[in-house]
């Protein structure tokens, strides 16, 4: 049922970790089910304290990034390295001790009974003391929003304690500049990978600062920009497409009124409807010929990304 050598890469983003890194690194279990080998690397993106000399000092792998780069960057970093080490299966952690390491067997089962190309742990976000009840709602009025958009059940879409198999590794090409999260949940959809979620425990933590967000406000902004960004990346015809046909909408109702005052009182005046229908038209028209563009180009990086996987697989054969 599984194959004879299978190669489990494990990689720990962290900036500025030192208080909370060899935690995680003690805490994944030496042995995991079904594996035969295990490469662990913490991908350490412009850490000012002694996160690197503390993994270092135990032994462990570690790819330095200077100056710091951003948590995609370094998350894509870790797809090609486990890629280069012919890893099978590659799982995130973060490096702050949220998530319970004990769980990495559960995690990637799935993947090793080929039922999905992607595990994402869910966390129990109702039992999380430390987030406040508006986190708890941001986090799961966020996944809705995911699911909704990618047609496709997902319980917590930030979690940072995922799994990935060959497939996805290979296929997935993150390019956003903070955060792989949701891009990689969208990117799975358009790419035929599949996704199941997996539910997690987490450790209980100090009331540390995200390293991410520098608060809910932070959260909802960046959240929503990066969200808007992919509709526009993603699904163009449609995104530029309602804008048009609103725009069009409202354009042709000024229009009928000019019209109608037009023919019914001798033609004088609302000269500004006129005006004002043929800005909106002409908007309309503009948003109609992005959606068009931003097709074509849709379909561009779809054979971009043909090519690029193919390169990839070769780069990167078993
Ligand atoms: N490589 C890298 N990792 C980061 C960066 N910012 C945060 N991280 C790591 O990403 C993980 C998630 O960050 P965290 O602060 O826990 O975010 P939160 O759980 O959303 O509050 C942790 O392991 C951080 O150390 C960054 O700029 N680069
Ligand atoms: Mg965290």
Redesign the pocket.
């Known amino acids: 049922m599984y194959n004879p050598i299978m190669k489990l890469a494990i990689q720990?983003?962290?900036?500025?970790?030192q208080d909370c890194i060899l935690e995680v690194l003690h805490s994944i279990p030496k042995n995991i089910k079904n594996i035969d080998e295990v490469e662990i690397f913490v991908?350490?993106?412009?850490s000012t304290d002694n996160t690197s000399k503390l993994c270092k000092e135990n032994n462990i792998k570690v790819i330095d990034?200077y100056p710091?780069?951003?948590?995609s960057?370094?998350?894509k970093l870790g797809i090609e390295n486990a890629l280069k080490n012919k890893a099978d299966i590659l799982v995130n952690i973060?490096?702050?001790n949220?998530y319970n390491a004990q769980d990495i067997e559960k995690l990637i089962t799935p993947i090793l009974e080929n039922k999905a190309d992607i595990a994402i742990g869910t966390r129990p976000i109702d039992k999380i003391s430390t987030f406040t009840p508006f986190k708890k709602f941001l986090q799961k009025f966020g996944s809705s929003i995911v699911s909704q958009f990618i047609k496709t059940p997902i319980k917590d879409a930030?979690s940072?304690f995922r799994a990935l198999n060959r497939n996805a590794m290979l296929k997935l090409n993150i390019f956003n500049n903070f955060t792989y999260t949701i891009e990689m949940l969208i990117q799975a959809k358009f790419k035929d990978l599949s996704i199941t979620n997996v539910d997690i425990k987490t450790n209980p933590q100090p009331n540390?600062?995200?390293?991410?967000?520098k608060n809910n406000f932070d959260y909802i902004i960046k959240q929503t920009k990066n969200l808007i960004r992919f509709f526009i990346i993603y699904k163009p015809c449609r995104f530029f497409g309602i804008f048009s046909l609103i725009l069009c909408i409202i354009g042709l109702l000024i229009g009928a009124r000019f019209l109608y005052y037009f023919i019914n009182f001798d033609g004088n005046g609302h000269i500004q409807s006129l005006i004002l229908c043929t800005i909106i038209m002409t908007l309309s028209f503009i948003c109609a010929m992005l959606a068009i563009v931003g097709d074509l180009f849709s379909i561009n990086r779809k054979l971009l990304e043909d090519i690029q996987l193919e390169i990839r697989q070769n780069k990167y054969k078993k």
């Open positions: 720990i983003p962290a900036h500025n970790e991908l350490n993106d412009g990034i710091q780069k951003g948590l960057y370094a998350f973060d490096g702050d949220q930030t940072g540390r600062k995200s390293r991410l967000f």
